[in-house]
């Protein structure tokens, strides 16, 4: 497919996403509709109605009247979004009643189960899982994080939120849910940083490696992880101490138990959950004063992902191991905004903000160790040094020398959201020069170990001729040696006359033998799509109305995240609002 050709599909795709409404002269909306249909990524209901309109003109002398006829044409939501039959009363085996009922027990409702609970309620958790489910590396503490004084760090947070806002997210957030944060975070984040160091978990600030480049030399700024080993895994083992908290607050954990239907009364409150258990049986979860919804984003359902994520993030779901939530959290089905969907609650504007990363090709064990940290390269990459990249045309087609946000979004445009990092022999030499830079690899021996890997596991080829390494990368001779001799010339001039990589990272490609490493997109933490909410964390209906009684946290809820969720303008943010968002949600389900 030509870059034009692919362009389009892109552009059309797009378009397919929304409710298209046309009134034009018969034919016209026709013609409109057969060019949508043919590429949507997932099916809509198409529907076409005619109306005869008849205009009088009142002229003088003479009145003229016209027939017209308007073709109005609905490419109707799919049947996901259409609410299931309520499930009668009949069918439910159980009823039990609580102050506050909390769906999901992540960050966000565990949270939120904890903090209800402080305030004196009944608190019941309902979780689809087997126990609670928490994973990652960090969380981010805000402007007044205790190890961060500890550790004689200042942030700028103002200036953070500003490029959170105003650049990452375009000014499509709503700034008081960030301000929220930005206000409570520390309090709230430092409690429980007490927590896992009062239960021999290693609290501590993680400094990243920055750019060298002035425009990103900030990024990644620092923030927690609760770990000395590696920078992954860390923050899991917090689920036993926050689900015990709870628990110590009286509130009561369903696990293997799915919420089905949100229930709202004619007066328009949501009076509680029907939720179903391991064995099938109905169980009426009845909250006398809110539901919160806490059942996080919708990585895992690859139906929701075509019709909310962008296109170019839709497409990984048909690529194998490319969505990294369902190897981890398999629950994680959009259950929540589906619900609430389902009532009449406003979901945010989509495409959804995604959270889209790297990892080397190869065989899946290697991928995800080497991207966790837990095997070769801990966690740092050489698919993330700026060297030469190519796609599989044997294209240049990035600078690669940008943070890794903006290099992954023009991966996800190559065909197979994929790309090779192209090294010489003198790659270790460049590696000590690369600098900083999110995940690059500074040291020859982890590169070496990084290599080895890549090599053992399929992500890597060797040769000694560039046109042996582009038929063992399967990639076209010609154009490979052409792009090659392209970056060569250009790195002798220092000038990057094709895509502005700074200078000092062009170093030619010409001393055998030659590695070519793969390089994959994928959908790495989450999409940031969720329910509109306020300050109160209320859920709010099409009218921007709070739906009484109804509550959202962490991923279930929106308005938070704008075009792309960062990992190194505030790392740890995901986390830091779940863990926020969930506790005050709590304290105002039972204070309303
Ligand atoms: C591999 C990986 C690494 C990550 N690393 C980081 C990191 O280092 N830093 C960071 O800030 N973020 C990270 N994230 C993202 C982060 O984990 C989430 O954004 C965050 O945990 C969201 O919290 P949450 O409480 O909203 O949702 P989750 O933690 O996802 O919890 C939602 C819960 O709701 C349950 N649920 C769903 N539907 C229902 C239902 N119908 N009924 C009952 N229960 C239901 C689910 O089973 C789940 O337990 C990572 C994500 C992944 C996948």
């Given at each position: ?107 966000a ?30 969380i981010n503490p805000g402007p007044a994080g ?9 942030v700028d947070y103002e200036k953070a939120v500003r490029e959170q806002i105003d650049i990452i997210s375009g000014n499509k957030v709503n700034e008081a849910l960030v301000r929220l944060w930005l206000a409570n975070a520390s309090k709230i984040v ?28 900030d990024w990644?700024r620092?923030t ?124 945010d504007e989509?495409?959804h903000c995604?959270l ?49 946000m ?120 989450m999409?940031g799509g969720g329910l509109k909410v306020n300050t109160k964390l209320q859920?709010l ?11 959202a946290a962490g991923n279930a809820a929106g308005d938070f995240y704008g075009q792309y969720y960062s990992l190194v303008v505030i790392p740890g943010l995901s986390h830091s609002r779940a863990v926020t968002f969930g506790y005050l949600a709590?304290?105002n389900?039972?204070?309303?």
């Open positions: 497919m030509s870059s034009e050709s692919r362009e389009n599909s892109e552009k059309s795709s797009r378009v397919s996403r929304r409710v298209f409404l046309s009134s034009s002269a018969a034919g016209v909306a026709g013609i409109i509709v057969g060019g949508i249909i043919g590429s949507q990524a997932f099916p809509r209901e198409v529907r076409t109605t005619e109306t005869k309109i008849e205009t009088t003109t009142l002229t003088k002398p003479t009145t003229v009247t016209q027939t017209s006829t308007v073709t109005t044409t609905i490419i109707a939501e799919p049947a996901i979004l259409t609410p299931p039959p309520p499930i009668p009363d009949e069918k439910i085996a159980e009823t039990v009643n609580a102050d506050v009922v909390v769906v999901g027990a992540g960050l409702g565990l949270m939120a189960a904890y903090s209800a609970g402080e305030e004196g309620a009944e608190v019941v958790v309902i979780e689809k899982h087997k126990g609670p489910n928490v994973r990652g590396a960090h205790k190890l961060f004084k500890e550790a004689g760090i200042t430092d409690f429980i940083a007490d927590l896992a160091r009062a239960n021999g978990i290693p609290a501590q600030v993680l400094k990243p490696k920055t750019y060298l480049e002035e425009a990103w030399k990644p620092p927690y992880k609760f770990s000395n080993e590696t920078d992954f895994d860390g923050v899991a083992q917090l689920a036993p101490l926050l689900e015990k908290i709870a628990k110590d607050k009286g509130a009561k954990f369903y696990y293997n138990t799915r919420a089905l239907q949100l229930i709202r009364e004619k007066n328009g409150r949501v009076t509680g959950v029907i939720a179903q258990d391991a064995e099938g049986r109905y169980i009426k979860y009845n909250a006398r004063k809110a539901v919160i919804l806490c059942t996080g984003d919708y990585s895992s359902n690859k139906d929701l992902l075509k019709i909310w994520a962008p296109p170019e993030v839709a497409r990984l779901a048909d690529l194998p191991n490319r969505i990294i939530y369902p190897m981890i959290t398999p629950t994680n089905t959009g259950d929540g905004q589906l619900m609430g969907v389902w009532i009449g609650a406003a979901l989509q495409p995604p889209c990363y790297i990892m080397p090709g190869g065989d899946v064990g290697f991928a995800i160790s080497a991207l966790a940290g837990l095997g070769p390269g801990k966690g740092y990459m050489l698919i993330c040094n700026p060297f030469l990249f190519v796609n599989m045309f044997g294209e240049r087609f990035t600078n690669e020398a940008l943070p890794w903006w290099v992954i979004n023009r991966v996800l445009q190559q065909p197979k959201a994929m790309y090779w990092a192209i090294l010489d022999s003198t790659w270790e030499e460049q590696v000590t020069k690369h600098g900083g830079g999110y995940r690059r690899i500074t040291n020859p021996e982890l590169g070496r170990e990084f290599l080895d890997g890549a090599l053992k596991s399929g992500a890597a080829v060797t040769a000694n001729t560039l046109g042996e390494l582009a038929e063992k990368m399967g990639v076209p001779v010609e154009t490979f040696k052409k792009t090659v001799e392209r970056y060569n010339e250009l790195c002798r001039k220092g000038v990057d006359e094709e895509f502005g990589k700074p200078s000092r990272y062009l170093v030619p490609v010409e001393k055998p033998p030659y590695y070519a490493i793969q390089g994959i997109a994928v959908l790495l933490n999409v859920v209906d099409k009218t921007g109305k709070p739906i009484p009684g109804l509550y709590g304290k389900a039972v204070k309303t």
